[in-house]
């Protein structure tokens, strides 16, 4: 298989593209990324000199450049990671999340589809169902209903692929899944955040209540369902991807700082992010059932492992968060000079 990575030296992508090259040998890899903040060779470290796969930078966005990478290579499969992912960031700003989200998921459709890629995963998110009261789970038939430009710039690439293929017959497949945990994850995201906050004894800003819920899955979970949905997906479905394993934030802050052996008062309720969805949950029956996929990793073991893995790499958290980070860290929690969160 000669496959096109995109958004590989992200979290998700970089967990990936390393599966790939472990569990399929033959395989060959080339790996589109722009290398935002959130793009890091350094996930790809242990590839380094593998020649089964190649990085190359660039925008998905930028045709010419998708076009000859398709061409050039003879590509057959395309799974596209690259995005923008915090949904915080595109309160504070859309504009990216529209061109990289949108435009570059439909490059990549259109290129693939007049190129004859076939078969094509877009790795969607459960945020475009929207929020859950108490109860019940997303399926693949729940309404989209988008709360966060984010998710609405992901609904609308779920949609394209839709369209896609249903009009022209082209192999786009769009999987949908929970909150990812694991090595590599930048530390915007709740959990690394907290995780790193913990260690060095800063606060840990915990949005509104902390009752919120989310889904966790291991990335690694994660990238099973994504082998078996570019290999045997139907194309034209969409396929949910969840480890029922749901959590209230405050209670994975807790754990967190429990397994740190840090105090609960290191915790600090700030302002709430405004449209934050109240609860996640997957129904992940259709995949478990069509592509026999199954999570493996209990969330207590995995949470254990990803504590560990940023003990061991303090170094790489200290590079991703130096320059721009930092001023990010301060506007959007508000911190004063004391390094407490004022938000
Ligand atoms: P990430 O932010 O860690 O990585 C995104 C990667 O995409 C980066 O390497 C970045 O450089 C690259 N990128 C961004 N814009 C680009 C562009 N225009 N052209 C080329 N490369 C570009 O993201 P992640 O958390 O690994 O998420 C990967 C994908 O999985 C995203 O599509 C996201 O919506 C989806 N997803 C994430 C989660 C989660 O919990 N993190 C859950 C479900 C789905
Ligand atoms: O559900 C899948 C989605 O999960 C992905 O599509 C997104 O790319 C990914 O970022 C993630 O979105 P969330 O908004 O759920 O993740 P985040 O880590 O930003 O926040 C998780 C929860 O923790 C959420 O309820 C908000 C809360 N939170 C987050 C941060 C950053 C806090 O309480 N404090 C924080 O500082």
Same mark, same amino acid.
């Given at each position: 298989?000669r ?11 970089s967990? *990936?593209?390393?599966h ?9 890899v080339?790996?589109l990324?722009?290398?935002t903040?959130a793009?890091?060779?350094?996930n790809l470290a242990s590839a ?6 190649q ?5 998905i966005c930028d ?6 990478t398709?061409?050039d ?8 990671f ?6 915080d ?12 989200n949108?435009?570059?998921?439909h ?5 693939g589809?007049?190129?004859g890629v076939k078969?094509?995963?877009?790795v ?10 108490e109860?019940?789970c ?15 710039a992901?609904a609308?690439? #779920?949609l394209?692929?839709?369209? *896609?293929?249903r009009t022209?017959?082209?192999?786009a497949?769009v999987?949908?899944c ?7 994850? *930048?530390?915007?995201?709740?959990l690394?955040?907290?995780i790193?906050?913990a260690?060095h004894d ?15 899955l291991?990335?690694? #979970?994660?990238?099973a369902?994504?082998l078996l949905a570019?290999e045997?997906g139907?194309?034209?479905e969409v396929?949910?991807?969840?480890g ?7 209670d ?6 429990r397994?740190l ?5 290191l915790?600090?309720?700030v302002?709430?992010r405004?449209?934050? #969805? ?8 259709k ?7 199954a999570?493996?990793?209990? *969330? ?22 130096s ?6 860290y ?8 004391q390094?407490r969160?004022r938000?």
């Amino acid at each position: 298989m000669r496959l096109l990575v995109t958004g590989g030296a992200g979290f998700i992508g970089s967990n *990936f593209v390393l599966h790939v090259l472990r569990e399929r040998p033959a395989w060959r890899v080339w790996n589109l990324d722009k290398l935002t903040y959130a793009g890091n060779l350094e996930n790809l470290a242990s590839a380094r000199g593998d020649p089964r796969h190649q990085f190359i930078k660039g925008d998905i966005c930028d045709a010419a450049v998708v076009e000859r990478t398709i061409a050039d290579q003879g590509i057959e499969a395309v799974i596209n990671f690259a995005a923008e992912t915090h949904v915080d960031r595109s309160i504070a700003d859309s504009e990216v999340f529209i061109r990289s989200n949108v435009l570059g998921a439909h490059v990549l459709l259109d290129v693939g589809r007049r190129r004859g890629v076939k078969r094509h995963v877009q790795v969607g998110t459960d945020e475009v169902y929207g929020s859950l009261g108490e109860t019940g789970c997303f399926t693949e038939e729940t309404p989209l209903a988008p709360n966060s430009p984010y998710a609405a710039a992901k609904a609308a690439a #779920d949609l394209l692929c839709r369209a *896609f293929a249903r009009t022209h017959g082209y192999g786009a497949i769009v999987t949908r899944c929970s909150n990812n945990y694991g090595p590599f994850q *930048f530390p915007e995201k709740m959990l690394p955040l907290m995780i790193a906050n913990a260690m060095h004894d800063r606060q840990l800003p915990v949005y509104g209540d902390g009752m919120n819920v989310r889904d966790w899955l291991h990335v690694e #979970d994660h990238c099973a369902a994504l082998l078996l949905a570019l290999e045997r997906g139907r194309p034209g479905e969409v396929y949910n991807v969840g480890g029922k394993n749901e959590w209230r934030n405050l209670d994975v802050v807790k754990l967190v700082l429990r397994r740190l052996g840090k105090p609960e008062s290191l915790i600090r309720f700030v302002a709430d992010r405004p449209g934050h #969805d109240r609860r996640y949950a997957i129904d992940p029956s259709k995949i478990m059932a069509e592509l026999g996929w199954a999570p493996r990793v209990a *969330f207590e073991e995995g949470l254990s492992r990803t504590i560990a893995w940023y003990r061991e790499n303090a170094a790489w958290v200290a590079n991703v968060t130096s320059g721009a980070y930092q001023d990010y860290y301060r506007a959007m929690y508000q911190v004063d000079e004391q390094g407490r969160v004022r938000r």
